[in-house]
Protein backbone atom coordinates (compact mmCIF):
# COMPACT_ATOMS: atom_id res chain seq x y z
CA UNK A 1 0.00 0.00 0.00
CA UNK A 2 1.24 3.37 -0.95
CA UNK A 3 -0.33 6.88 0.75
CA UNK A 4 -2.78 8.72 -1.29
CA UNK A 5 -1.15 12.33 -2.57
CA UNK A 6 -1.33 14.40 -5.61
CA UNK A 7 1.95 13.14 -6.67
CA UNK A 8 1.27 9.52 -7.60
CA UNK A 9 -0.64 9.39 -11.29
CA UNK A 10 -0.17 6.19 -12.04
CA UNK A 11 -1.01 2.52 -10.49
CA UNK A 12 2.34 0.42 -9.45
CA UNK A 13 2.28 -3.27 -11.57
CA UNK A 14 1.08 -4.68 -8.38
CA UNK A 15 -1.75 -2.57 -8.72
CA UNK A 16 -2.55 -3.50 -12.63
CA UNK A 17 -1.90 -7.04 -11.59
CA UNK A 18 -4.58 -7.10 -8.58
CA UNK A 19 -7.43 -5.04 -10.76
CA UNK A 20 -6.55 -7.17 -13.78
CA UNK A 21 -7.19 -10.61 -10.96
CA UNK A 22 -10.41 -8.66 -9.64
CA UNK A 23 -12.54 -6.90 -13.17
CA UNK A 24 -10.99 -10.17 -15.76
CA UNK A 25 -14.29 -12.04 -16.36
CA UNK A 26 -12.27 -15.21 -18.20
CA UNK A 27 -8.70 -16.75 -18.31
CA UNK A 28 -6.83 -19.43 -19.47
CA UNK A 29 -5.86 -22.50 -16.91
CA UNK A 30 -2.72 -24.01 -18.23
CA UNK A 31 -0.84 -27.34 -16.97
CA UNK A 32 1.57 -29.49 -18.17
CA UNK A 33 0.53 -32.40 -20.27
CA UNK A 34 -3.28 -31.02 -20.32
CA UNK A 35 -5.83 -29.32 -22.88
CA UNK A 36 -5.87 -25.72 -22.16
CA UNK A 37 -8.94 -24.86 -20.04
CA UNK A 38 -11.27 -21.55 -20.86
CA UNK A 39 -12.62 -20.55 -17.61
CA UNK A 40 -15.66 -17.74 -18.64
CA UNK A 41 -17.79 -15.97 -16.09
CA UNK A 42 -21.25 -14.77 -17.75
CA UNK A 43 -22.47 -13.62 -13.94
CA UNK A 44 -20.48 -10.91 -13.47
CA UNK A 45 -18.46 -12.35 -11.13
CA UNK A 46 -14.65 -12.64 -11.55
CA UNK A 47 -13.36 -15.67 -13.41
CA UNK A 48 -10.44 -15.93 -10.57
CA UNK A 49 -13.37 -16.28 -8.09
CA UNK A 50 -13.09 -19.66 -6.64
CA UNK A 51 -9.20 -19.69 -7.14
CA UNK A 52 -7.28 -18.33 -3.34
CA UNK A 53 -3.70 -17.39 -3.58
CA UNK A 54 -1.97 -17.95 -0.83
CA UNK A 55 1.96 -17.31 -0.41
CA UNK A 56 4.88 -20.11 -0.73
CA UNK A 57 5.14 -21.85 3.20
CA UNK A 58 8.40 -20.86 4.42
CA UNK A 59 9.53 -24.43 5.27
CA UNK A 60 8.51 -27.45 2.47
CA UNK A 61 6.56 -30.29 4.28
CA UNK A 62 9.40 -33.46 4.46
CA UNK A 63 6.43 -35.14 2.57
CA UNK A 64 4.62 -32.38 0.14
CA UNK A 65 2.94 -35.25 -2.09
CA UNK A 66 1.61 -34.60 -5.61
CA UNK A 67 1.54 -30.71 -6.40
CA UNK A 68 0.78 -29.72 -10.25
CA UNK A 69 2.28 -26.48 -11.42
CA UNK A 70 -0.15 -23.91 -13.25
CA UNK A 71 -0.02 -21.11 -15.10
CA UNK A 72 -3.25 -18.68 -15.66
CA UNK A 73 -3.21 -16.71 -18.20
CA UNK A 74 -5.31 -13.26 -18.18
CA UNK A 75 -5.74 -10.97 -20.88
CA UNK A 76 -6.69 -7.29 -20.41
CA UNK A 77 -8.88 -5.98 -23.32
CA UNK A 78 -10.18 -2.02 -23.28
CA UNK A 79 -14.26 -2.01 -23.24
CA UNK A 80 -14.55 0.84 -25.83
CA UNK A 81 -13.68 0.06 -29.89
CA UNK A 82 -10.02 1.67 -30.02
CA UNK A 83 -7.37 0.84 -32.14
CA UNK A 84 -5.09 -2.68 -30.96
CA UNK A 85 -7.62 -3.07 -27.67
CA UNK A 86 -5.39 -5.14 -26.01
CA UNK A 87 -4.01 -3.63 -23.05
CA UNK A 88 -1.79 -5.58 -20.95
CA UNK A 89 -1.27 -9.46 -20.34
CA UNK A 90 -1.09 -10.92 -16.88
CA UNK A 91 0.48 -14.38 -15.96
CA UNK A 92 0.01 -16.37 -12.91
CA UNK A 93 2.38 -19.10 -11.85
CA UNK A 94 1.94 -21.49 -9.15
CA UNK A 95 1.21 -25.24 -7.44
CA UNK A 96 -2.08 -26.86 -6.99
CA UNK A 97 -2.71 -29.90 -4.60
CA UNK A 98 -4.92 -31.15 -7.95
CA UNK A 99 -5.83 -30.92 -11.05
CA UNK A 100 -7.98 -27.82 -11.66
CA UNK A 101 -11.37 -28.21 -13.00
CA UNK A 102 -14.14 -26.19 -13.79
CA UNK A 103 -16.90 -28.67 -11.88
CA UNK A 104 -16.03 -28.11 -8.50
CA UNK A 105 -17.71 -25.96 -6.18
CA UNK A 106 -15.67 -25.69 -3.65
CA UNK A 107 -12.66 -22.89 -3.77
CA UNK A 108 -9.33 -24.31 -5.17
CA UNK A 109 -5.77 -23.41 -3.44
CA UNK A 110 -3.38 -22.51 -5.37
CA UNK A 111 -0.05 -21.69 -3.75
CA UNK A 112 1.02 -18.16 -5.53
CA UNK A 113 5.01 -18.36 -7.61
CA UNK A 114 4.71 -15.31 -9.26
CA UNK A 115 3.11 -12.51 -11.23
CA UNK A 116 4.31 -11.26 -14.40
CA UNK A 117 2.48 -8.33 -16.48
CA UNK A 118 3.08 -7.34 -20.03
CA UNK A 119 2.27 -3.60 -20.98
CA UNK A 120 3.00 -0.54 -22.54
CA UNK A 121 5.13 -0.24 -19.86
CA UNK A 122 7.15 -3.01 -20.46
CA UNK A 123 7.04 -6.37 -18.15
CA UNK A 124 7.18 -6.15 -14.38
CA UNK A 125 7.09 -9.26 -11.81
CA UNK A 126 5.00 -8.93 -8.79
CA UNK A 127 5.41 -11.08 -5.47
CA UNK A 128 2.81 -12.58 -3.21
CA UNK A 129 4.07 -9.84 -0.42
CA UNK A 130 3.29 -7.05 -3.43
CA UNK A 131 -0.32 -8.14 -4.41
CA UNK A 132 -0.96 -8.51 -0.14
CA UNK A 133 -0.12 -5.27 0.45
CA UNK A 134 -1.59 -3.29 -2.45
CA UNK A 135 -5.78 -1.95 -1.83
CA UNK A 136 -7.71 -2.98 -4.10
CA UNK A 137 -8.67 -0.09 -7.03
CA UNK A 138 -12.54 0.68 -6.24
CA UNK A 139 -13.03 1.66 -10.03
CA UNK A 140 -11.44 -1.30 -11.11
CA UNK A 141 -14.96 -3.84 -11.60
CA UNK A 142 -16.74 -1.06 -12.65
CA UNK A 143 -14.14 0.28 -15.17
CA UNK A 144 -15.93 -0.96 -18.09
CA UNK A 145 -19.09 0.27 -17.41
CA UNK A 146 -17.86 3.85 -16.59
CA UNK A 147 -15.94 3.81 -19.93
CA UNK A 148 -18.58 2.78 -22.56
CA UNK A 149 -21.65 4.88 -20.07
CA UNK A 150 -18.47 8.18 -21.42
CA UNK A 151 -18.60 7.32 -24.16
CA UNK A 152 -21.80 6.82 -25.00
CA UNK A 153 -23.95 8.47 -23.24
CA UNK A 154 -21.53 12.05 -22.95
CA UNK A 155 -19.28 10.92 -25.80
CA UNK A 156 -19.41 14.96 -26.57
CA UNK A 157 -17.36 15.82 -23.80
CA UNK A 158 -14.67 13.23 -24.45
CA UNK A 159 -12.79 15.68 -27.26
CA UNK A 160 -13.18 18.72 -25.00
CA UNK A 161 -10.86 16.50 -22.17
CA UNK A 162 -7.83 17.11 -24.85
CA UNK A 163 -7.63 20.63 -23.98
CA UNK A 164 -6.03 19.05 -21.18
CA UNK A 165 -3.26 16.85 -22.81
CA UNK A 166 0.14 17.57 -23.21
CA UNK A 167 1.85 18.04 -26.08
CA UNK A 168 -1.78 19.13 -27.91
CA UNK A 169 -2.92 16.69 -30.56
CA UNK A 170 -0.98 16.53 -33.58
CA UNK A 171 -3.18 17.17 -36.47
CA UNK A 172 -4.81 15.13 -39.10
CA UNK A 173 -6.17 13.03 -35.61
CA UNK A 174 -9.12 10.37 -36.76
CA UNK A 175 -10.87 10.10 -33.52
CA UNK A 176 -10.52 10.30 -29.53
CA UNK A 177 -11.57 7.73 -27.43
CA UNK A 178 -11.63 6.31 -23.58
CA UNK A 179 -8.98 3.50 -22.93
CA UNK A 180 -8.45 3.15 -19.70
CA UNK A 181 -9.54 4.80 -16.08
CA UNK A 182 -8.05 3.86 -12.24
CA UNK A 183 -8.35 5.31 -8.72
CA UNK A 184 -5.66 7.69 -10.36
CA UNK A 185 -6.64 8.87 -13.53
CA UNK A 186 -8.42 8.56 -16.70
CA UNK A 187 -6.48 7.41 -20.02
CA UNK A 188 -7.24 8.64 -23.86
CA UNK A 189 -6.41 7.09 -27.33
CA UNK A 190 -5.98 9.70 -29.94
CA UNK A 191 -5.91 7.63 -33.18
CA UNK A 192 -3.90 9.16 -36.61
CA UNK A 193 -4.48 7.38 -40.01
CA UNK A 194 -1.55 5.04 -39.43
CA UNK A 195 -0.96 4.97 -35.32
CA UNK A 196 -1.97 6.52 -32.36
CA UNK A 197 -0.77 7.71 -29.12
CA UNK A 198 -1.88 7.68 -25.40
CA UNK A 199 -2.65 10.59 -23.47
CA UNK A 200 -2.89 10.32 -19.34
CA UNK A 201 -5.25 12.84 -17.56
CA UNK A 202 -4.49 12.39 -13.57
CA UNK A 203 -7.44 13.32 -11.71
CA UNK A 204 -7.01 16.14 -8.84
CA UNK A 205 -7.31 13.69 -6.15
CA UNK A 206 -6.83 9.40 -6.15
CA UNK A 207 -9.92 8.07 -6.20
CA UNK A 208 -10.57 6.34 -2.54
CA UNK A 209 -14.26 5.21 -3.15
CA UNK A 210 -16.35 4.58 -6.13
CA UNK A 211 -18.66 7.57 -5.15
CA UNK A 212 -15.80 9.71 -5.59
CA UNK A 213 -15.08 8.86 -9.00
CA UNK A 214 -17.67 10.78 -10.84
CA UNK A 215 -16.84 14.25 -9.12
CA UNK A 216 -12.94 13.62 -10.40
CA UNK A 217 -14.09 13.36 -14.16
CA UNK A 218 -16.20 16.24 -13.42
CA UNK A 219 -13.30 18.01 -12.41
CA UNK A 220 -11.20 16.98 -15.40
CA UNK A 221 -14.44 18.59 -17.43
CA UNK A 222 -13.74 21.90 -15.59
CA UNK A 223 -10.44 22.18 -16.00
CA UNK A 224 -10.72 21.08 -19.69
CA UNK A 225 -13.83 24.40 -19.58
CA UNK A 226 -11.18 26.72 -18.42
CA UNK A 227 -8.13 25.59 -20.57
CA UNK A 228 -10.73 26.10 -23.39
CA UNK A 229 -12.01 30.12 -22.26
CA UNK A 230 -8.44 30.77 -21.99
CA UNK A 231 -7.63 29.82 -24.91
CA UNK A 232 -10.40 31.67 -26.56
CA UNK A 233 -9.30 34.82 -24.41
CA UNK A 234 -6.24 34.59 -26.54
CA UNK A 235 -7.32 34.38 -29.97
Known sequence: MRPFNSRVTHPTPAERVLSILTAAHSMTVVSDGHD????????GTSAMGHIHLHAPPE???EHPGTRVP???ELTDIAPTPVRERMRARVTVTGLLLAEYSTESA???CMEFGQA????????AFVTHAELRRTDPDPIATRE???????MDGHGELVPLLLRLAQPQPHKGMVRVLPLAMDRYG????????GSHRDVRLPFPKPVGRIDQAGPQIHSLLSAARRASHRNQLLT
Do not use: F, K, N
Open 59 to 61: ARP
Open 70 to 72: VRL
Open 116 to 123: VIDDHDGR
Open 36 to 43: PIEVHRLD
Open 144 to 150: AAMLTHL
Open 106 to 108: AST
Open 186 to 193: LTLRLEYP
